[in-house]
Each structure stands twice: as C-alpha cells, then as structure tokens.
DNA sequence: CTGAAAGCGCTAACAT
DNA sequence: ATGTTAGCGCTTTCAG
C-alpha cells in the first residue's frame, strides 16, 4: 500500500493477492486475463480488486514490460487554426481510450529539449512536412510511426492513412467547370506537405487538361487573413478573367470572400469560391462555401487504430489505408 | 543496456557509470545536477552519457519515485470547433515542454473506463461544468488540480486562472450602448460553466441597470449552425425593438449574421453584433465582427505554469490569477 | 493450475 | 565527495 496525494493509501497488487489469498503471480495473471488462472480464482482476485479500489501502478508494468501503455501525437503548430487537426486529437484519444492507451501531446517546441525521447510506445504524424527537424527527430527514435497522409519524402512509416486529395481537387475543379467557371484560380499552401504537393499538382494537371493557364498564389498554412488577401489581391490584379477560386487551407476562402465581394463580384454567382478543407466557419459564411470534407475525426481513429494493430502485430508495416472524403456542394459554387 | 524496437541498444545509467568510472549513485546525481558531485566528475559523467546517448528510463524514475512526468489535461468534447482551446493546449504543452513534463490530453469519453486513474502528476481542467462526471472522477484522484475558470458550485481547486468575463461583458454591452443599441439580446450557453453564468449575470445586471427587459436565447456551447439561427430566429420573432445581438459561443455570431442580413438588418449599422469569444472566422466576417478576446495560449500557459509550480511547493493551494483579456471592436458595432 | 524468486532501471538511505 | 544496498510494483521465468 502506498500514500497517494490524496492522503488516502493505493492498493498494489500484493494487497488483491493477499485479500484474494493467492500469490501475486496469480493475482497478475487473473487480472490481465491470462488464461493459466481457473475461473473461480479470477473471480476471487476481481472482487478482491474491486474491493480494494485496485488500479494497476502503470508504472511498475511499465518498467517490467518495456512498454508505456502510451502513444504520442505530433502536432505541427502551425495547425492551431483548423478544425480538422483538432477533430484528429479527439479521433485519437477517444480510440486510443477505447484501448486503454494514454495520448501524449508533442509540439514542434520540444526539439528544444537535448536528446528528448517521447515516453511512448508508438507515434502518430500529422500531416508530415518535409525538413521538419521533429520529423526527423520522431522517425529515427525507431518507434512504430503512423502518419496521416504520405511524406512529401516517399518515405514508408509504418503505417499510412492518406486520402486521395489530388482526385477530389479534380472533382472540385470539374464541378467548378459545370457550373460555368472558365479560369479558376488556386490559392495553395506553402506548408511542403503530400496534401498541398497533391492538390497543387492536381491542379496544374487539371488546368493542362482544360487548355487553361494556371493562376497560382501560396499562403503559408493558417496564415493570417490580412496576408491572404494580399495575396489574392495581387494574383487577381495581375490576371485577367479568373471567375472562379480554390483555397487550399481551410481559413482562404473566409479571408478572400470581402475582398471579392468589395471587387463587385457576386459569390456564387459570377465568381465561385471553395475550399479544399471544410470548417464550420464555411457552413456559416454568406453565401456557404462549397469545401472537401476532409474528415479529420475519422482519419484520427483510423491512425491510432492502425497503429495499435501494429503494436499489436496485427497488422504489417507499410500497411496503408485510403481514407475516402467528401465534396460538400454550397451555394458558393452554385453558378448563374 | 536494453534493447529498443529500433534495433539498437539503449544505454542504462549503470553503463553511464561505468564509462566514467563512478558508481551508478552518483551517475545518478550529476546527471540530475544534485551538489553532491564534484565539478569534474560531474563533467565526466556528462560526456559518457552524451557518447552513448543515454537517455532516462522515465519508467524506472517513475517507479521510485512515484511521480510521472507528466501532467493531465482535461478537455471536454463539446469544445472541438473553438480555437481558444486549440490555443489553450498548445500553451499547456509548450509550457509543460519547457518545465520537461509530457502533457497527456483526457477526454470526455474516458469514465467508461472502469476506475480510470490518470498516470499523471497533476491535471489541468478547462472550463469545468457542473455535473460533469468526468470533472468528478479526476477531482477525487486526489492530484493537484487547476482550473481554467472557476468552477461554477464554488469549490477551490488547488488553483484557478480565471478573467472577469463579467466585467468585458458589461464594457460590450457599454460599448453597444454607446454605439446607438437601445436593446441588445444575448444568445447564451446553456453549458453551466461559470464563463457563461458570468457572462448572462452581467446580462441581466446591466438590462436592469439601463432598465430594458432581457432578452435570452440559448444554444449547447458549440451548436450547430441551423439550431443556432432556429433560436435566434424563435427569439428574434418573439421581441420587438430588438437591435443589437451579443453571442457567448464563438459560432454564434457567425451563425447568425445571414439570418439578420436576410431579415433587412444592415449589420454595423441598424443592427449590431458582437461576440464573447473571438476567433479567427470572426475578423473575416463582413462587417468584422466585434469580440472579446479569451486569450487561449496565455491562459494555457498560465495554468501549466500554475501547476509546476504547486508541484514543486512554490505556490499554495488555493492560489488564483487572475488573467485579463481584451475587448477587439470592429466593424460589425461600428453604429450609424 | 499455482507459487517462489528474480529483476526491469532508477533513487534514497545509509554507509564511508 | 562518493559507494553500497535496498526496494519501488510489476511480470516473467522456472518449479512444482
């Protein structure tokens, strides 16, 4: 038994074995369901844990198995913004729960620390950019790694939940067509991400395809709306019949929405607009914005999933899985 | 030395002192700066960790001396779509970053784990509400607890940052006044935190004061748009001379703004709107949106650094700060 | 099916 | 200023 800050006293699992009168090997055994116990000697050792307020020292196991009962989750500051990454952690943390796995929180701060090694037992990636030194730092600790999305690099993690964002900008931009748009414009991310690389080249493809001229500004992901719509100002300044825009990051087409409407152009009219990431603030925008769901809880169960196959051997490494998204179509892109 | 999933071998601090040739006692003791060690074998011990890499096995620090590392962050799932507290966790893991804890995030969820008991130090809880069993159950672990807002039955965490939400409403409410609004309406939360009791007790205050009726709708902290416009819409109908709107939740505004537009009202001029928390969608809003700025990452870094320090023995139970906040005007109050 | 004993890597108490 | 020893609570041999 051991003082807690409580003051009150934890029970270990001598204290379940003795009140169960059995060994601690067999209080052990009972408890984690192995099936060498009988099954009146493992209820006994349930109630008696019951009984005791029993919660296993994560610690002690920790030390004895090499493992963390723990995950880590990488999270790029400059996501703050999105709805998307934040709908990922609760995707994670709610399945890693489900698995009786704690979640542990990186930020890009940390490659302050000398030789920082998370205390995991697996990795989870957002989004991946190239030359991001905790990439690096995270990849080389020889952990299990299961990233959402490709790295930029082609490098195989152990597992991969990607979505095929290139072929849904492509039915964005097909849709945009059928509405009437002509020279539809994109306002892609600097971030060098398998998600901004994609749609990028997805849309030069498209532009190829279409006989059209790409017109082409970046803004770094979750830039401010001020830079945004400088940006946009100075592409649209400098180009001729562009009726259409895409923004890559979920913050474009709110900041650039005043902007095109004070140019005198009626959105969802003569001038379509749309996202190539959904948030609620685009629902509510006037008019709606037609955007890709991009389904960031799902992709978070679907990566700490994976990832716990992996811990477990259930699955391979450089298992990958498609995860399928969503074009939501608003009155943004309605057309005349 | 042990062997990692990398393949390679991790050095223990029995290796560390045996390169440098002490024991492993005061290995143990220069690597943690403790004075007993002389300068130079305090050097000496420090250059055989770095050439072998050594890095702690925090399980093994764990185990004896039974703390963690880590500290807890609670975040109840309602709070997905507001960026103050995607803000708010990165200041808690920046901060724990600095002070080197690991941040392990909880979630609602999680109490259906049967005797769920964090593996943390200490927990940080954001905006507890009333009745929340999760609140409940991580209260009664017995750790240090601080709170981002007080809790709203009055009880004292171990430490609390809380702002005077109460008084920026009422300088809103000043401010619309000021601007030519006759009778503002609040849509609040219905989530019984103590910002949104402040936040409609300063309501209620201030009608009676300047002597016009209240008048209230409320809408779940994070609502969707439609059920948003559904109460607004229902109250609107129901009042007459209503000019002007305040909206606890950071969606609120944004939800309701078309339904005005659509309704003849020319907002930031006839009809003024404003918000109790701000967020990014509201600055690209048109007309921008006036708001309260809830200062997320400061408040996360403020309840980070809170709880090291009660950890460590500097601050004592009971401790609160008081952290002030920011009223943004913009457009959307600008008045005739 | 169960028990006894060893030991994970570290730090604190007690030596010197 | 440094070393020796014990032991945190658990799981894993190895013996019955």
């Given at each position: 038994m051991t003082e807690t800050l409580g003051g009150h006293v934890a029970a270990t699992i001598v204290d379940v074995a003795r009140e169960a009168g059995v060994s601690k090997t067999t209080a052990s055994d009972a408890l984690r369901g192995h099936g060498r116990v009988s099954d009146a000697t493992r209820q006994a050792v349930l109630v008696a844990a019951r009984n005791l307020g029993y919660s296993i020292n994560r610690s002690a196991r920790s030390l004895r198995t090499q493992t963390t009962g723990a995950i880590g989750l990488y999270i790029p500051q400059v996501l703050v913004r999105s709805e998307h990454y934040m709908s990922f952690v609760y995707g994670v943390v709610n399945e890693a729960a489900g698995s009786d796995y704690d979640v542990t929180v990186i930020v890009a701060g940390e490659e302050a620390r000398p030789n920082y090694a998370p205390h995991v037992d697996g990795l989870v990636l957002i989004d991946p950019v190239e030359d991001d030194p905790m990439v690096e730092r995270l990849t080389s600790t020889g952990l299990p790694v299961v990233s959402s999305e490709r790295f930029p690099s082609g490098r195989q993690p152990a597992g991969v939940v990607w979505s095929d964002h290139g072929r849904y900008a492509r039915e964005l931009l097909?849709?945009?067509?059928?509405?009437?748009?002509?020279?539809?414009?994109?306002?892609?991310?600097?971030?060098?991400?398998?998600?901004?690389?994609?749609?990028?080249?997805?849309?030069?493809?498209?532009?190829?395809l279409a006989g059209v001229e790409p017109v082409i500004a970046v803004a770094p992901f979750g830039a401010d709306a001020s830079l945004i719509q400088r940006e946009a100002g100075a592409m649209l300044a400098g180009e001729t019949g562009v009726d259409a825009l895409i923004g890559a990051g979920?913050?474009?087409?709110?900041?650039?929405?005043?902007?095109?409407?004070?140019?005198?152009?009626?959105?969802?009219?003569?001038?379509?607009?749309?996202?190539?990431?959904?948030?609620?603030?685009?629902?509510?925008?006037?008019?709606?914005?037609?955007?890709?769901?991009?389904?960031?809880?799902?992709?978070g169960v679907a990566c700490a999933r994976m990832l716990f196959e992996l811990l477990r051997g259930d699955a391979d490494r450089g298992t990958s899985l498609e995860l399928p998204l969503e074009l939501l179509i608003r009155e943004s892109t309605r057309g005349r």
């Open positions: 097909d849709h945009l067509a059928a509405r009437g748009a002509r020279r539809p414009a994109l306002i892609g991310s600097t971030t060098v991400s398998d998600w901004s690389m994609r749609i990028q080249g997805a849309y030069r493809a498209w532009c190829r979920d913050g474009v087409a709110a900041a650039v929405a005043p902007t095109l409407t004070a140019a005198g152009h009626v959105i969802g009219e003569d001038f379509l607009l749309a996202s190539c990431v959904d948030s609620s603030a685009l629902q509510v925008l006037n008019p709606a914005v037609t955007a890709i769901d991009t389904k960031g809880g799902e992709a």
